[in-house]
């Protein structure tokens, strides 16, 4: 990674030092050391690589990328999108993963109105609540999509009583809020909450509580390292005999499934990506030719965020405002399935996937159960149109 | 209530003699050398992922949990002779930068290597399931975790303050010069303890490898456990990091019960408390300095 940021900064210079050059230049604002690296090395795979399969140019232009490492931190997300806007003259901002920088950014994006933002990653609502702004764009999801839709879906086909556990920060908190939300509407009960730091590697003082409550589902939302913990006890725990694990995809996905391994057969999920599509396919080949691993969602989020550039630079040129028109209510082909940016928010509006982990060839796999079609996003009071 | 109790105390204790694994290196390592290890963590991780490159290599758990300590041994002996030998005698802050750099370097190549993503070694099929304890469902391969832990850790703790080597390591930490003086090679002493050190917490990484995620970030959350069980049973205290892993176990599972997110704030009152009351920690010899 440190030799691709260093290729990135000079490549960066290069582009400032040449005015009114026809090439466009891209700027990562993407954590590329520490937890979130997987995340950002992700996106910036799929994106390329959609650059790759248009030659490097998008609309006859060359690309120039220059990797600026947010490391996950609010200050070090503001400064960095700064510069990228300020001194590389970015044409477009691709990032971040975490929304606390993204928040953060937003006064930034605005005060230079110089350059559209692929949110390619940050989910939380807030992002659009607060900031409701024409430049940002979401390539990724939102928080309540990946939690609100599954809730009828649960109380229809798995259970009208439910706990629910989550990593106790911003995501959980808002998943929690909207699945529960609901889930109540819906007609089902809430029975008790579970609530574990983030970063907990050992889940076990939680699994009494879980298994107390009575419920007979289970609605989580745990990432990463979280993720993989949090499943393989509830396994070796024998919950599974108890009670029907559901929660969002990020708890059962392609990262985390290799190490959850059997202990992750027979749980559900929700997602805007599921590998296994036959929409998806193509991209899932040509990726795993170049990495040799199978994309994950956050790769997908990337290879989006490039098609959204090439749609917004062709019918808009350079022109941030231009490139905003373009994109407004804009549909994209996208490999995880039916997505427009919604008019108001920008937000995506996309199909959503009921996901049940079966045992496949080479271990554990999602298996698509049902598709809640473009799934309408709440506008939380933003209207840009 | 009852049955909360009776499984966040087994909890506790599994938790307990497994921190133990890890924070007897750290002690042993700052009791003899002085040197305070902050790259004792990332053995501790590099147990786990070569622990993974062997379970996948040769498909047994058993064979992991037996070569991943001796490859970290090995790894552990190149650490203390090219880089912390030189620098004996001097500010401790040297070790401290060191050993922190160590760490970080390491996290780096695991990186690299291995990627971000989370990994875990396969538990042995022989212990896969869970088993009644009184009114608890307790998984067999925790069970097994606590058993193994226990044993170990009590013929260590056997082995130093019976043996011969035993009483070679307990004297050389307690005075260096004199045993220097007695025609000891201190050196290799030192060598042998930093290698153990690194093989203990190795086990460490295996054990908990096989139940909890093995990623790149798993070093740095254990080492600030493993330094306050240090600090609290007292520096250089085998016996003292002992009692006090078995202690923060039990206070980082009975805090889950009562209130998960406050656990960090237990720890570190608990510390707070102990070197108020006591200053040297629980079993520390301030007097022998």
Redesign the interface.
């Known amino acids: 990674m440190q030799t691709s940021a260093l290729l990135g900064t000079t490549a960066g210079i290069a582009g400032c030092l040449g005015e009114g050059d026809d090439t466009l230049t891209v700027g990562y604002v993407l954590p590329f050391t520490?937890?979130y690296?997987?995340l950002g090395?992700s996106i910036v795979n799929g994106f390329e690589m959609y650059v790759d399969e248009q030659g490097g140019e998008i609309d006859g232009q060359e690309v120039e990328f220059v990797s600026r490492d947010t490391e996950a931190d609010t200050d070090t997300g503001v400064s960095v999108a700064r510069e990228l806007l300020v001194e590389a003259g970015a044409d477009v901002l691709v990032g971040p993963v975490s929304s606390a920088v993204a928040i953060a950014m937003m006064q930034t994006v605005e005060n230079e109105s110089s350059a559209i933002w692929l949110n390619a990653n940050a989910g939380d609502y807030r992002v659009v609540q607060d900031g409701c702004l024409p430049y940002h764009f979401r390539t990724s999801f939102n928080d309540w999509q990946t939690s609100a839709p599954l809730a009828p879906w649960v109380y229809e086909n798995v259970a009208d009583n439910i706990v629910l556990t989550y990593a106790?920060y911003a995501f959980g908190q808002n998943s929690r809020d909207f699945f529960a939300e609901a889930f109540e509407e819906a007609g089902g009960e809430v029975v008790d909450e579970v609530?574990?730091?983030l970063?907990t590697?050992?889940f076990?003082?939680?699994?009494?509580?879980i298994?107390?409550s009575g419920a007979d589902a289970v609605y989580s939302f745990f990432a990463?390292?979280d993720?993989?913990?949090y499943i393989?006890?509830f396994h070796?725990?024998?919950l599974d005999e108890e009670m029907v694990q559901t929660g969002s995809g990020f708890l059962l996905d392609e990262?985390?499934l290799?190490?959850?391994?059997n202990a992750a057969v027979g749980k559900y999920s929700l997602l805007h990506y599921a590998s296994n599509h036959e929409r998806t396919q193509e991209f899932v080949e040509s990726y795993r030719e170049e990495h040799d691993e199978t994309p994950n969602v956050y790769a997908c989020q990337g290879y989006d965020s490039a098609q959204a550039f090439e749609l917004a630079v062709t019918e808009g040129g350079t022109d941030p405002d231009a490139m905003v028109e373009a994109l407004r209510g804009a549909e994209i082909d996208s490999p995880r399935g039916d997505f427009s940016f919604h008019p108001e928010t920008n937000d995506p509006v996309q199909d959503m996937y009921v996901r049940e982990v079966v045992e496949g060839e080479d271990g554990p796999e999602n298996e698509i159960v049902e598709t809640l079609e473009t799934v309408e996003p709440p506008t939380w009071g933003c209207s840009l149109d | 209530m009852l049955e909360s109790l009776l499984r966040a105390t087994l909890l506790g204790l599994q938790l307990g003699v497994t921190l133990a694994l890890i924070a007897a290196g750290l002690t042993l390592i700052f009791g003899m050398m002085d040197v305070i290890n902050f790259a004792h963590g990332a053995l501790y991780m590099l147990g786990a992922y070569i622990g993974l490159v062997i379970a996948d290599l040769l498909g047994s758990f058993w064979l992991a949990l037996l070569l991943a300590p001796l490859v970290v041994g090995v790894i552990g002996a190149g650490i203390e002779i090219f880089s912390l030998r030189p620098l004996y005698g001097r500010n401790p802050l040297y070790h401290i930068l060191l050993t922190f750099g160590l760490a970080i370097m390491a996290q780096g190549i695991i990186v690299e290597i291995w990627g971000a993503r989370s990994r875990r070694i396969p538990a042995p099929e022989l212990l896969s399931g869970s088993v009644s304890v009184g009114p608890v469902t307790y998984p067999v391969y925790w069970l097994f975790v606590l058993a193994f832990s226990t044993i170990l850790i009590g013929t260590i703790w056997i082995a130093i303050e019976r043996s011969d080597l035993g009483i070679l390591m307990r004297a050389s930490a307690h005075d260096t010069e004199m045993v220097d003086a007695l025609g000891v090679d201190v050196k290799k002493v030192f060598t042998a303890v930093f290698v153990f050190g690194a093989a203990l917490a190795a086990i460490a990484g295996v054990l908990l490898g096989a139940s909890r995620s093995v990623h790149p970030g798993m070093g740095f959350g254990v080492i600030i456990e493993a330094f306050v069980i240090v600090v609290i049973g007292g520096l250089g205290s085998f016996k003292g990091a002992i009692y006090a892993a078995l202690l923060i176990g039990l206070v980082i599972a009975y805090g889950a019960l009562i209130a998960p997110a406050l656990t960090d704030l237990f720890i570190f009152t608990l510390m707070a408390a102990v070197l108020i009351i006591k200053p040297s920690g629980l079993f520390g010899a301030t007097e022998a300095a």
């Open positions: 520490g937890v690296s997987l090395d106790d609530t574990v730091p970063g590697d050992d076990s003082p939680y699994m009494g509580d298994e107390g990463g390292s993720a993989v913990n393989t006890q070796e725990f024998g990262d985390s290799p190490a959850q391994g």
